[in-house]
């Protein structure tokens, strides 16, 4: 059983939806991850938590709005979407024992998200 | 620019040893990592290298060389469920931050 949980495993939603994905590891980890992962593509970050503070947002559209309310939970709000977000979102956390750092990562089993 | 590159696909049969590589180009190296992924599933952590050498971890070992910017992922004894996608995954340096830099993956078909 992973120690990363994300909810819902599947979201169909229209371009004036908006939902929000959420994240809850139970390692004891204190950084966070949000992932983009599309198909013939590499792994896209979009956002760090690093001892509950954003440490990174790689030029995501404003559509997508994180929120870390404590270590233990991450959630990605989202809304007016486009097509082309269609993906799988993963969450993913770490321990981190300074700001920035990264150790290996431990991935939740993601978010099949498509948008009609 | 940062880049790494992996064969797209491969093919093995079971029982035998396939190697897969991993080229980098980054800004900085602090760190290699090979990853698992099942299709429809999350990644998972396979190993980890920082310095030169072999890391042997039962049936999978990973080799680095930081010189020649090069890593391989070898897997001995194949069986059919390791037929996944393996991600090679490079920790740089952006500014005072880590982050890693991720391969597209190599799908890995292992037939009876």
């Known amino acids: 059983e992973t120690g990363v949980t994300q909810t819902p495993r599947h979201l169909v939603m229209g371009m004036t939806n908006k939902k929000s994905l959420k994240c809850e590891q139970h390692?004891?980890?204190?950084?966070m991850y949000w992932y983009k992962q599309s198909a013939k593509k590499p792994l896209e970050l979009m956002f760090v938590?690093?001892?509950?503070?954003?440490?990174e947002n790689n030029s995501v559209p404003s559509r997508f709005s994180p929120e870390c309310p404590n270590s233990s939970h991450l959630f990605l709000h989202l809304h007016t979407l486009q097509p082309e977000d269609s993906a799988l979102y993963l969450c993913?956390?770490?321990?981190?024992?300074?700001?920035?750092?990264?150790?290996?990562?431990?991935f939740g089993p993601g978010t099949r998200l498509t948008v009609t | 620019g940062q880049n790494i590159d992996q064969p797209t696909e491969m093919t093995a049969t079971e029982g035998a040893i396939v190697q897969i590589n991993c080229t980098y180009q980054?800004?900085?190296?602090?760190?290699l990592f090979w990853y698992q992924q099942h299709a429809g599933e999350a990644p998972t952590f396979l190993s980890y290298n920082v310095l030169d050498g072999l890391e042997e971890k039962g049936r999978f070992s990973s080799f680095l060389s930081r010189s020649k910017g090069y890593s391989y992922l070898l897997l001995k004894e194949l069986q059919m469920k390791d037929s996944a996608s393996y991600l090679c995954?490079?920790?740089?340096?952006?500014?005072?931050?880590?982050?890693?830099?991720w391969g597209l993956g190599t799908s890995l078909a292992v037939n009876p």
């Open positions: 980054t800004s900085g190296f602090n760190g």
């Open positions: 390692l004891g980890h204190n950084a």
């Open positions: 995954a490079v920790r740089s340096y952006a500014g005072n931050n880590r982050k890693l830099i």
């Open positions: 938590y690093s001892l509950e503070e954003r440490v």
């Open positions: 993913a956390s770490s321990q981190a024992f300074r700001q920035g750092d990264s150790y290996e990562q431990y």
